[in-house]
T-cell receptor, first 110, second 114 residues
């Protein structure tokens, strides 16, 4: 199993950049790293996906070092509406399906 | 706006009753997932289908849970008999292909078994 480890919670203030790091030491060669966001009472929502180096979209950036044993989700200039749980996932090689860990609960304050 | 539709949104039932949850995946998506979320266990994968065929249901209690895809537009998750420990939010998600990790989640069915 490709297990992920990420901080349980993080606090930030509006306007700051938030970086959430995830470790995945057992990632398989062909696996992708994916991040999801979940608001209360809603299903998770795909944010970004990458394989190596850097990926950027309108919501976030994803930094992946050469060894791919970790990844960092970067949220630029967070707002109160970014308060959510953020999940880091890699393809579960045993089951070939996305397996969610505990996630990181981000609290953004004014 | 394509989305995954789940029904019902909320369900309260008595222990021992049968519960059926339905999911309409996004048209054209060939992979359907069922997840369960509780405070204690987080998001757990119950089962998933590709091209309507069950690929993995090892996360489901086999004696009481069953998942099917009667056709490409409908996935069902049935619990019979239901127990209080089944109380959770059940999410359906759909996506494309084995390598694509972008899954689209429905709003969930909040199940309460009393």
């Amino acid at each position: 199993l490709a297990k992920t480890t990420q901080p349980i919670s993080m606090d930030s203030y509006e306007g700051q950049e938030v970086n959430i790091t995830c470790s995945h030491n057992n990632i398989a060669t062909n696996d992708y790293i994916t991040w999801y966001q979940q608001f209360p009472s809603q299903g998770p929502r795909f944010i970004i996906q990458g394989y190596k180096t850097k990926v950027t979209n309108e919501v976030a950036s994803l930094f992946i070092p050469a060894d791919r044993k970790s990844s960092t989700l970067s949220l630029p200039r967070v707002s109160l509406s970014d308060t959510a749980v953020y999940y880091c996932l890699v393809m579960d090689t045993g089951r070939r399906a996305l397996t969610f860990g505990s996630g990181t609960r981000l609290q953004v304050q004014p | 706006d394509a989305r995954v539709t789940q029904t019902p949104r909320d369900k309260v039932t008595e222990m021992g009753q049968e519960v059926t949850m339905r999911c309409q995946p996004i048209l054209g998506h060939n992979t359907v997932f069922w997840y369960r979320q509780t405070m204690m266990q987080g998001l757990e994968l119950l089962a998933y289908f590709r091209n309507r065929a069950p690929l993995d249901d090892s996360g489901m209690p086999k004696d009481r849970f069953s998942a099917e895809m009667p056709d490409a537009t409908l996935a069902t998750l049935k619990i019979q008999p239901s127990e209080p420990r089944d109380s959770a939010v059940y999410f359906c998600a759909s996506g494309l292909g084995q390598r694509n990790t972008e899954a689209f989640f429905g709003q969930g069915t909040r199940l309460t078994v009393v």
